[in-house]
């Protein structure tokens, strides 16, 4: 009796990470996803390459500096 209530706990701790994993996997690609969005929205506006790669980088600096937070 003891061990299979210590199995089932096992499989509810186990099930709660699982779906801790997925969400945090779902949070980073729907960053990726909003990032590219927004970068090919910039890229499409101008033909200037110098004001248009500046506005791609000021919107990869802050995504890249936030890849050390979204990693814990």
């Not at 779906?19 to 890229?43: G, I, K, M, P, W």
């Amino acid at each position: 009796m003891e061990t299979q209530i210590a199995l089932a706990l096992g499989n509810l701790a186990s099930a709660a990470l699982t779906t801790a994993e997925l969400y945090d996997a779902q949070r980073h690609n729907r960053r990726q996803s909003d990032f590219l969005a927004e970068a090919a929205s910039v890229l499409a506006k101008s033909l200037d390459y110098r004001a248009t790669l500046t506005r791609v980088a000021g919107l990869a600096v802050p995504h890249i500096a936030g890849w050390n937070e979204s990693m814990f």
